[in-house]
């Protein structure tokens, strides 16, 4: 079995901030994903990656950036953290399109 | 615009009772289907997939797909309190259009009362 890290687990910021969300994977998936999940909502997909160095964009991509270097690691950059903002986002892979998605832990998202 | 939509938002169903969610997509460029479920400040996890027309099961779960309507349907029986929680559908985009790409839709809270 594998597992998907993210860091930090809890994260403060402060408006107009720039904040930096980590996941990595060790199942060696091809594909991953980040999501937004506002509290008891559904996930809104902001960006995924079908392989390393590759990018494309979710429906929830303004405000976001993301960085895929290695097959393992997938970052999410809030570009400017909006006031009052609180959500979870979720990581998650898998190895092609008709595969499961495993899903990290999440990182809680406050802004203050 | 959500390209997934989920009825109903929200489900109360007594124990041992059955429990049905419906969810379409509106985009004609999907092909998969899946149902996951996520307990209260848990993740998601994959409950069921259907990839083809027809009916599946597994156990107390049914899944129905209908690729003409692009419309699925999960069905659980005999209800238990371990069922409640946030059931989410999803889709992906075919080979040739949004391959990788996987929407959810805004989820049913489904809440088995004793």
């Known amino acids: 079995g594998g597992i998907i890290t993210q860091t930090p687990k809890f994260l403060i910021g402060q408006e107009g901030q720039k904040l930096t969300l980590k996941c990595q994977q060790n199942f060696n998936h091809d594909t991953m994903y980040w999501y937004r999940q506002d509290s008891g909502k559904g996930l809104r997909l902001i960006y995924y990656s079908i392989t390393e160095n590759d990018l494309q964009k979710g429906d929830l991509s303004e405000g976001y950036d993301a960085s895929r270097e290695k097959k393992s690691s997938f970052s999410l950059t809030v570009t400017s953290a909006q006031k009052n903002e609180m959500a979870v986002f979720l990581c998650?892979?898998?190895?092609?399109?008709?595969?499961?998605?495993?899903f990290g832990a999440g990182t809680r998202l406050s802004v203050l | 615009q959500q390209k997934v939509q989920q009825s109903p938002e929200s489900l109360i169903v007594p124990e041992g009772g059955m429990a049905s969610l419906n969810c379409t997509s509106s985009?004609?460029?999907?092909?998969y289907f899946w149902w996951y479920r996520q307990h209260s400040g848990k993740s998601p996890k994959m409950l069921m997939s259907i990839f083809s027309n027809g009916e599946k099961e597994e156990g107390r779960f049914t899944v129905h797909l209908n690729k003409a309507s692009l419309h699925t349907s999960l069905h659980i029986r005999d209800s238990q309190p371990s069922d409640s929680a946030l059931y989410l559908c999803?889709?992906?985009?075919?080979?040739?259009?949004?391959?990788?790409?996987?929407?959810f839709g805004q989820g049913t809270k489904l809440s088995i009362k004793p």
């Open positions: 999803a889709a992906s985009g075919t080979m040739n259009y949004n391959q990788g790409k996987l929407i």
């Open positions: 998650a892979s898998s190895i092609g399109r008709q595969n499961t998605l495993y």
């Open positions: 985009d004609r460029n999907v092909d």
